[in-house]
Structure formats: C-alpha cells, structure tokens
C-alpha cells in the first residue's frame, strides 16, 4: 500500500511558492524575495552555526550514509541492540558533604532504579576518606562507581582500591570510572605555565586498570566545563575532542596500546531541553570520535565513544524550580533517543542547594518513565532515518570538526587554554546567548516568560562551594554561566528591596475598553514581573485624572501605558502628562514607537516596551527609577 498514491506528488519547489505567498500577504518577504528566500526567512540560527530549517526532505539526507548500530562510525549508537531490554545505565550523581546521608541516599538510588553511582569527592563535595561510609551496604561487583575527585583522583583511586582489596573483590569485578580529567580540571580552575598538574597521574591509573582492572576506565573527557562556560554544542564538541586527542597521546606515549588507551576513555556532555539538538549532539560525538580513532589507526570495533550525559546545569533556574522537571525530562530524552550509555538527570531543585529526597526520586523516575512507560528502548536508535536529525548531526559534526582542527593548530587542547582561544570563541558565544535571551528570543518558562513573582522557593539546605586549586600565576579559567543569570539578579533585587518595605511596582494605566488595552497589558506585566515587579492596573477608562489618582493610590513610582494604537493615538499623551505630574519617575509605552516618537517624547513617555526589546534593559532601568539598589 502506497501511502497518498491518489495524489500528485508535491515538491519542494511548490511548498516554497506557497510559503512564498503567506509571507508576502504578512509583509515578510517582499516581491522581490524568491522562493528560495522564502524558505530562508524561516530559517533559525543555533549557536553552532548551522541553521535550523523549517523543511527537510530525503535531498538533506547525508549522502555518505550513517552506518548501522553498533558499526562504526557509530552514528547510530555504540551497540547493535542500542539501549537493549535492560536500558542505558542510569547514573545518580551524589555530593554530599554528610557520608551518612549520603550512604543512606546511595541505598535508596540503588533500590529504586539506579544502576551506577556518581561520587563528587574533595572540598564541596563528599571526603574521600568517607569513601568506605558511603559505600558500606554497596556491592561494588554489582553497582559501579564513578569517581569525581579532581585534584583528589589518586587518593580517592586508592580508596577505591582498598575497598575492593579489604572485601577480596576481584579485580575483574570492579567496574565505573576513576574519573581523572587533568585538562578540564585546569579549564575551570585555570592552567599553570607547565601544562596542566595530574595528567602524569591519569596515564599511571590507566596503565594499572588496564593491568589489574580491565573493568574500571580511568579517565574522562569532561565537556561541561565548555558548556557551563556558555560554549555552542559546536564548540563543546570540538574542545571535548581535542582533550581526547591529549589523552590518548598521553596514554599511548606512556606504553599503553591504541585499543587499551581508547578503552580507558568516557567522554561527558550536557544535554538540554533543545531535545533534538542534543539527539544531534551524541550522535555527531561518536561519528568525530570514530573519525578521529580511525586516523589513529584503531580497529573499527575499538572507535567507539563510551559517552556519558547530564543534564545541563546550565538551564537548570532557581526561579519556578518545577519547570526544571520538565526541561530534565526533555534533556534526558534527547540522551536517551541520541544513544548515551549512561545519563544523569539532576533533581530539578539542585539550584536551590541540597536536592531532598522528593527531588531525587523525581530524577530517578524521568528515567524509568522514558525507558518503561516511553518504551523508548524497545526501538534501537529512535532518530535513525529523520531527515532532520540526520541533516543536523552532519552539519553539527562539520562545524564542531573545525572548532576541533582550529584548536590542534594552535598546538592543542593545552596550549589553546593557556593562549586564550578557547576562552575567546566561547565569550562571545556567551555574549550572543545572553543577548538572545535579554531579548527573550531564547525564552526561560517561569524566569522570563511567565514568572511568579509571589512565589515562595523551597528551602534546602547550602551545598558547600568547591574551591579550586589554583595555580599560581595560572592562565584564567572558564567561568560558570546560568542561562537566567541576568533576570535572577534584577529578581534578587527586587526581592531584597521588597524585604524592607513594599515589592517595587509598575502600575498599567489600561487605557479604553478591556478588549483594547488586554493584549499589551498582559505583554506588559508578564514582562515588569521577570523583573520582580507587582503590577496594579487602572482598569477601563481614558480619563486622564482618573488614572492619575490611581496610579498615585497604587504607591508606584513607574507607569506603562498599554492599548491599542486607536487608542494611543487619542489619549496617549494627556495621560502620559498627568501620570508625570502625579510624580512617575518613567512612563513607558506598551508598543513600538513609530510615527509618534517625537509627540509621545513632549508627552512625557520615556520609553517602548515591545517582542523583541531588550528586557533586562528595561528592567534594570525600571528598577533603578523605582528607587531599587
């Protein structure tokens, strides 16, 4: 049976003619734009470079292929049955600082669905002599252990070691990862002038699992420092493969084989709610990886990425902390269908401190949910054969290939690090994402969009902050980012302001009837509020007197006038006048500026509110004329 058989066959040719129409009756394209334009307009820009199209068909398909699971180059995951019966391996990150409660937490990941364990060891995290608390009650041949210890590695691997020695567990029964990343420990802390310390420590773990713990890896490609620092997936890509690329030099220089030191390799990434861009992002690391292992000259079956992926922390917001289980559930999807081996979801009040028990269960069952409910592992390799996906993995790989080469020709990872580039790219990445989500082009539910300013947070308790040892005379390190960081600073200040006496506040003068001054109002407040403003209203009416009086009632020091254009162009500006006479600091106007620009300035109006203006400008210079420190 041939699906649509009784009906001509369309082209592309004919859908951008049709689009061509609708946007030229919309005043998007003109006459002049053709129907290849047409399509370009629609078009959306990633970070990365490549844009997002709004159509793909089998012409965009990568025209040398993606192989087939478990093959290389591993486009379609790393095994041939993908995720299989029993699902990727679902990883529980725990810090502690307390060993007690976190043995106690350990036991209640591992009876509830977990399958490894992620430990974050050193100052802001567990001790590393607490090593044998927090694993009393664990079968380290059935649970296996990932170590986060930074500087600590070689004496958390000891631990580790010794754990196993003192319960005769056999070597080969010991499996997870000592976690050594010498070179993302130095992106984040900063890079001494001799290379970064530990890298001789990492190559020495190694070569001792590969002699008595063929199960444990010993170092990992850590890429969330890139990516919390701002980076595109692009960027995160290319940085990730260049530290692979050190590592295996270091190992293989150090007499390991090529296969051995492949092995000994776990690459992590971050995965957000841009749930096909991550799909993309997995399976565009494993074709570079196997690209690079190929040049090396491995074998077909030893190129294969071992990944893990977490949830970025990045996304993760204080504000409206709810929103976070969602955007968890949409990241670990796109790991899940992108093929991951192992995924972390962060409990979605980790931004809050300490996760309880409640935010914990919840992470652990947004995977169980997508494996068991979502039956996404009974298909192997969700994604395969999507037009889209497909055309976007290439194009992803392509742009992270040249981030990767630019680096290798500054002399590598290291040297790239201390020379600056890498910081350089990704600093104005990081300008460009915050600008787009200034503009609210890259909206944050429940921050920029849509925010409740009388909510009341969850408390948790304060996780310690990690303190980085830091070279003396070091280059910089990469800094931390959150998406929502500029709007949760304008909210914190209005916070702090309202604790002393009233929230500050914008009040709407709604001018004309409900049905005409609706739309801009509920623009207006949606928009003061992600800046922690309240927003009374003057309700229907155009009296000039009237809104005055209540504006003056409402104890607001900034007004807004929201309306239609009819309505502005009426009674705009005696109301602007009174409300500056009635003592507003800032009068702003629900709209563009057009053609009354210059009578609305003698009115009294000092500014636009608009889908697309910047926000936080607004916000910040609301606040300030509002009296707000």
Not at 332 to 356: H, K, M, N, Q, Y
Not at 482 to 506: I, K, N, S, W
Not at 594 to 607: L, M, N, P
Request: proline share 6%; hydrophobic share 45%; aromatic share 6%.
């Amino acid at each position: 049976m041939s699906l649509a058989a009784d009906f001509p066959e369309a082209t592309r040719a004919e859908w951008q003619k049709l689009v061509l129409q609708v946007l030229r009756k919309s005043g998007a394209a003109t006459e002049a734009t053709t129907p290849d334009g047409a399509e370009d307009l629609l078009a959306t820009p990633t970070y990365s470079g490549p844009r997002l199209r709004p159509l793909y068909t089998a012409d965009d398909a990568p025209v040398d292929g993606v192989g087939l699971p478990g093959l290389a180059p591993f486009v379609r995951g790393g095994r041939a049955q993908g995720a299989g019966s029993d699902g990727w391996d679902v990883r529980a990150l725990h810090a502690g600082p307390d060993p007690k409660a976190a043995a106690q937490a350990v036991l209640g990941d591992l009876e509830n669905g977990v399958t490894s364990l992620w430990l974050r060891l050193g100052p802001g995290g567990l001790p590393v002599d607490a090593l044998g608390t927090v694993l009393a009650e664990v079968f380290l041949d059935l649970a296996p252990v990932v170590l986060d210890a930074g500087a600590l590695t070689v004496p958390a691997a000891e631990e580790l070691f010794r754990l196993a020695a003192a319960r005769e567990l056999p070597g080969s029964r010991l499996a997870g990862s000592l976690g050594a990343d010498p070179i993302g420990l130095a992106a984040r802390a900063g890079l001494a002038a001799d290379g970064p310390a530990g890298l001789g420590d990492a190559t020495a773990l190694a070569a001792r699992c590969v002699r008595e713990f063929p199960g444990l890896r010993a170092v990992v490609v850590d890429a969330q420092p890139y990516h919390r620092a701002g980076a595109s997936d692009a960027q995160e890509l290319g940085a990730s493969l260049a530290t692979g690329v050190a590592y295996l030099r270091a190992l293989t220089d150090a007499g390991l084989g090529l296969a051995e030191a492949l092995g000994q390799l776990e690459f992590r990434y971050a995965v957000t709610a841009d749930q096909f861009t991550s799909i993309a992002k997995l399976r565009a690391a494993r074709r570079l990886w196997a690209r690079v292992a190929e040049v090396c000259g491995a074998e077909p079956d030893a190129r294969a990425q071992r990944q893990h992926a977490v949830t970025s922390s990045a996304m993760m917001t204080r504000r409206d902390p709810w929103v976070n289980m969602l955007r968890t559930t949409l990241a670990c999807f796109g790991a899940g269908v992108g093929g991951a081996d192992a995924v972390t979801v962060l409990p979605f009040d980790s931004r809050l401190g300490r996760p309880d028990d409640f935010s914990r269960r919840i992470a652990r069952n947004t995977q169980t949910l997508l494996q068991e409910e979502s039956s996404l592992i009974r298909v192997i390799d969700p994604a395969g054969g999507s037009w889209f996906v497909e055309s976007l993995t290439a194009e992803l790989a392509e742009a992270a290939w040249a981030t990767f080469t630019e680096i290798e020709q500054a002399g590598g990872i290291v040297a790239a690090l201390r020379g600056g580039i890498v910081a350089s790219r990704i600093e104005t990445t990081r300008q460009d994402r915050f600008d787009a989500i200034a503009h609210r082009r890259d909206p944050i539910t429940g921050v920029s969009e849509f925010p409740n300013v009388a909510e009341k947070l969850p408390e948790r308790p304060a996780v310690p902050v990690e303190e980085l040892d830091v070279p003396a005379g070091a280059a910089p390190g990469l800094p931390e980012i959150h998406y929502d960081a500029d709007f949760e600073a304008l909210r914190a200040r209005a916070d702090a302001h309202a604790a002393t006496g009233a929230r500050p506040a914008v009040f709407l003068a709604t001018l004309g009837s409900a049905s005409a001054s609706t739309a801009r109002a509920t623009f207006a407040a949606n928009l003061f509020q992600a800046g922690g403003c309240e927003t009374p209203t003057s309700g229907p009416g155009t009296d000039p007197a009237a809104i005055a009086a209540a504006f003056t009632a409402s104890g607001a020091a900034v007004a807004c006038l929201c309306s239609a254009d009819k309505v502005y162009a009426e009674h705009a500006a005696g109301v602007a006048r009174a409300l500056r006479e009635a003592g507003a600091r800032q009068v702003w106007l629900a709209g563009q500026a057009g053609e009354r620009a210059g009578s609305d300035a003698e009115a009294g109006i000092g500014g636009y509110v608009f889908t697309g203006c910047n926000a936080v400008a607004v916000l910040q210079a609301t606040l300030a004329e509002a009296g707000v420190a």
